[in-house]
């Protein structure tokens, strides 16, 4: 356990659907990460923020929509998706300035029909 | 040139073996590194730092090499556990805080 967790762990939805990623952390970080990891393919990057503020996209298409409330919790809210969306998705957070460790939820495994 | 590369091996080795990763970055203000481990369909997760002086942790060592803009991971004794995904990690800091790059991983294979 690292202290964050995200739900669903395993989300199939079709191309027409609304639905929502979660992750939440206990371990006091202030910077939280959306990255997208398909099939054999690294780590992508697609949201940081800190202190709740927004502070990178990473040309991410709108139909990926991110929230944070508050430094604990972070959203990523899905629409239209196309089956190319389909991989793992993974949060993480970090203490930014402390060598920026990041520690990882279990990821969100998501197939789009 | 990427910021973080890494060669994707695989590497197949033999239990008992050692067996090396080496990862280059082109950002010479990078200020701190990792090696993450990540297993088949798991989240990454962190092995350990790598510090200017260079650290070992059991089996594992790593060292960083700032003049030539490298840090390394060394796996003596490889044991099955140990088959998985290495993922060189590098920090540079950016408007006050930190950008964080992940290299694409190392692919690690240990046969019996």
């Known amino acids: 356990e690292t202290g964050v967790t995200q739900t669903p762990r395993h989300l199939v939805m079709g191309m027409t659907n609304k639905k929502s990623l979660k992750c939440e952390q206990h371990l006091g970080h202030n910077a939280m990460y959306w990255y997208k990891q398909s099939a054999k393919k690294p780590l992508e990057l697609m949201f940081v923020y800190n202190f709740k503020e927004q502070t990178e996209n990473n040309s991410v298409p709108s139909r990926f929509s991110p929230e944070c409330p508050n430094s604990s919790h972070l959203f990523l809210h899905l629409h239209t998706l196309q089956p190319e969306d389909s991989a793992l998705y993974l949060c993480?957070?970090?203490?930014?300035?402390?060598?920026?460790?990041?520690?990882f939820g279990a990821g969100t495994r998501l197939s789009v029909l | 040139r990427k910021e973080v590369e890494q060669d994707p091996g695989p590497f197949n080795v033999p239990e008992g073996a050692t067996v090396a990763f080496n990862c280059t970055y082109s950002n010479s203000a990078s200020q701190s590194f990792f090696w993450y481990r990540q297993d088949c369909r798991k989240e990454p997760k962190l092995l350990m730092s790598v510090y200017s002086s260079g650290n070992e942790d059991g089996r594992f060592t790593a060292q960083l090499n700032r003049a030539s803009q490298y840090i390394s991971l060394l796996i003596r004794d490889s044991k099955l556990s140990d088959s998985a995904t290495y993922l060189c990690v590098v920090n540079w800091p950016l408007g006050g805080g930190f950008k964080t790059i992940f290299g694409a991983g190392t692919r690690l294979f240990v046969k019996a």
């Open positions: 993480a957070s970090s203490h930014r300035g402390g060598g920026n460790i990041q520690y």
